[in-house]
């Protein structure tokens, strides 16, 4: 039973440092979400117990609307013991997790859960397809910004009395701006989470968004 317990808790910790991780990275083409994934994958899979890899792969659709409900349902509680993630505070250290080994489980499973890893395993996909939509958004909203910078370019290199020296550098912006745009652009073929998860997610984004609210409220309390 021992034996068990510190493998549990191990297993909880590893979660926590992943969710960490995620929550810890800026949003970027290529940055935020990809790695986050990689890092949540590369920490759940350092000790996760045999038999839970699908939990770890996040290319292998995990997520359901029966699970985001009960995840959301679970955000309602006036006490949650993982709520200290939501605020950014400090992990527990390993000691203490196996202490509350069966508060985790318990929580999780008054949701329908079936432990504290599949509770975790749906936060963590949660949080890297956050991630990922920011990403998305974020590149969506840069492209549109370079459009129009290239549109005021080629505007101003109409203009008959146009000196030398500003054509130059209107041409330099409108050639800088298609390079940019044609490099965002690519398909991004490096790791991340699955389609199916990925749309499941934003799906849910509003009401996940709504439920965390009272932790990003009050962060230190």
Not at 3 to 13: A, D, N, Q, W
Not at 44 to 66: C, H, I, K, W
Not at 74 to 101: H, T
Request: hydrophobic fraction near 40%.
């Amino acid at each position: 039973m021992r034996l068990r317990i510190h493998e549990f808790g191990k297993s909880v910790l590893i979660g926590l440092a992943a969710l960490a991780l995620v929550m810890s990275f800026a949003c970027g083409k290529k940055g935020g979400a990809e790695k986050a994934a990689e890092a949540v994958a590369a920490a759940a899979g350092t000790v996760a117990p045999a038999g839970r890899g699908a939990q770890n792969d996040y290319m292998t659709p995990y997520l359901t609307d029966e699970k985001m409900a009960k995840f959301i349902e679970s955000l309602k509680e006036d006490v949650n013991p993982f709520e200290v993630l939501f605020k950014g505070g400090q992990m527990a250290n390993l000691r203490d997790i196996e202490k509350r080994a069966e508060e985790y489980n318990g929580f999780a499973r008054k949701y329908g859960f079936a432990d504290f890893g599949d509770y975790m395993a749906v936060w963590g996909r949660i949080m890297v397809g956050d991630m990922t939509i920011a990403s998305q958004e974020w590149t969506k909203k840069t492209i549109q910004g370079m459009e129009e910078t290239i549109k005021i370019a080629e505007e101003n290199l109409k203009k008959p009395d146009l000196p030398a020296e500003m054509k130059t550098i209107y041409e330099d912006q409108i050639k800088s701006a298609k390079e940019s745009i044609a490099d965002m652009s690519k398909p991004d073929e490096s790791p991340g989470l699955n389609a199916e998860d990925l749309a499941l997610v934003a799906k849910y984004k509003a009401q996940i968004d709504e439920a965390t609210k009272k932790y990003k409220a009050n962060p230190g309390s």
